[in-house]
């Protein structure tokens, strides 16, 4: 039976679903500024959740994450359709798009930082909101620049890798059996520790100058 405390669920998830959709529009949003107008024909050049939810990545998965306890949210939205190959130069098009999603949370959570150094305190709630959308916007940053299909680490790295990526092909059809892996085993939990933790704490430090 799970302990559900519906109260700390609500923020989790709702920083869940705003980290994954300003991730997904940056795709779509840098793709078309190179030239690529896949993801605005398929209406997904936008910032309404719906278009980019997944029913199990998006709202089950984490659910059952944060009701399990984990330390780590694992999950994710409808990749957004992109064709390079409208792309003046395919292998940097195909970099910058992948860079976007995670530069998109990092961005997201220096936003909510700010919020939370300027006002944030002066609520517990939205207080307790803006941090768990730092925590889970630099989680999704971090996470998705793993070098495991189908996450954006992997086309980062293939980018900037000379010639052709066949590896990549046949690697990932064993990329989400090894990040279910990677969460479930708690091998993430090194990452999370030196990594993610560090750098949240350190952004809330710089905007407030509160220590956590």
Do not use: C
Request: charged letters at 10%; glycine letters at 8%.
């Amino acid at each position: 039976m799970f302990n559900l405390d519906v109260f700390a669920v609500v923020p989790v998830v709702l920083a869940f679903v705003v980290g994954i959709t300003v991730h997904e529009f940056a795709h779509g949003w840098t793709a078309d500024r190179l030239g690529d107008p896949t993801a605005r024909y398929a209406g997904r050049l936008t910032l309404n959740p719906v278009a980019h939810a997944d029913p199990i990545g998006t709202i089950l998965l984490p659910i059952l994450l944060i009701a399990t306890g984990s330390r780590f949210i694992f999950g994710w939205a409808k990749p957004v359709p992109i064709n390079p190959y409208h792309f003046r130069d395919r292998r940097r098009g195909l970099v910058l798009v992948s860079v976007a999603g995670p530069l998109a949370n990092v961005v997201t959570a220096v936003i909510a930082a700010v919020l939370l150094g300027f006002w944030g305190f002066s609520s517990q709630v939205l207080a307790e909101i803006l941090v768990t959308m730092i925590w889970i916007n630099m989680i999704l940053a971090v996470f998705n620049l793993i070098p495991v299909p189908p996450l954006d680490g992997s086309k980062i790295l293939a980018g900037l890798l000379p010639g052709r990526q066949e590896w990549l092909i046949r690697f990932e059809q064993y990329g989400m059996i090894i990040l279910i892996l990677l969460v479930f085993s708690g091998a993430l939990g090194v990452m999370f520790q030196y990594v993610i933790e560090p750098a949240v704490k350190l952004l809330i430090y710089l905007a407030t100058g509160v220590r956590f």
